[in-house]
């Protein structure tokens, strides 16, 4: 079937340190891939995304690269701000008749000034 | 552009009740999704609108039902509400033709069934 694994957290950096939150998928045919956001009481918000092999997506100074041959979708940066803090959802659509996103688990970061 | 609107923002039932969740996708968005969020399940796919039409849907017991109408607004239905159903329920639109556009998600009703 198809599925998302991404690291558990919560994670926790302090400012300016680099960022890594790991995802893996496993799909039928074709995905698209995806980066969502949450902020404290709020919806989900689109990061970044692909939507296919070798794209990267890049968003804020986050990046994620489509790995197909390790079908990964790593989400990584240079340097965080405590205002980066929220939970990360990895996600990938597929277009099967109709439309069908399935998410990971999420990460929660906690960046500390 | 308006965002994804939901109504209500915050919904208190008890068990046995229904419940009837409302969406208003960005204009010219003809698909609508909807996902239920708990801190123990995660996000989990529910259903999707399309042109009034449910195109695809999860792995949810009958009692969760959906329509959309002809100017894209979405309701959800809940029949007899059980404790396990209290969560977070988002919806997202999209134009609606293809698994690379992008979903804009609302702000998400929480329901609480006592």
């Known amino acids: 079937g198809n599925s998302v694994t991404q690291m558990e957290g919560p994670v926790t950096l302090s400012e300016e340190a680099f960022l890594t939150i790991n995802c893996t998928y496993t799909?039928?045919?074709?995905?698209?891939l995806f980066w969502y956001v949450q902020y404290p009481g709020e919806g989900l918000q689109l990061l970044l995304k692909a939507t296919k092999a070798d794209d990267k997506g890049s968003n804020k100074g986050f990046e994620a690269t489509y790995r197909k041959e390790t079908t990964s979708f790593h989400l990584e940066k240079g340097s965080v701000q405590v205002s980066d803090s929220a939970v990360y959802f990895c996600a990938l659509s597929l277009f099967t008749g109709g439309f069908k996103t399935i998410f990971g688990a999420g990460t929660r970061l906690f960046v500390k000034a | 552009k308006a965002g994804v609107t939901q109504t209500p923002r915050y919904l208190i039932k008890t068990r046995g009740q229904q419940v009837t969740l409302s969406c208003s996708p960005i204009s010219g968005h003809r698909s609508v999704s909807w996902y239920q969020q708990t801190p123990g399940q995660g996000l989990q796919f529910l259903f999707e609108y399309f042109s009034e039409t449910q195109r695809n849907k999860g792995n949810f017991p009958g009692r969760f039902s959906g329509r959309q109408f002809s100017n894209s607004r979405s309701e959800m239905n809940v029949s007899t509400l059980e404790l396990g159903d209290s969560a977070l329920y988002l919806c997202?639109?999209?134009?609606?033709?293809?698994?690379?556009?992008?979903?804009?998600f609302g702000p998400g009703t929480r329901l609480l069934v006592l």
């Open positions: 997202a639109s999209s134009p609606g033709s293809g698994a690379q556009e992008t979903q804009y």
């Open positions: 799909a039928t045919g074709y995905p698209s």
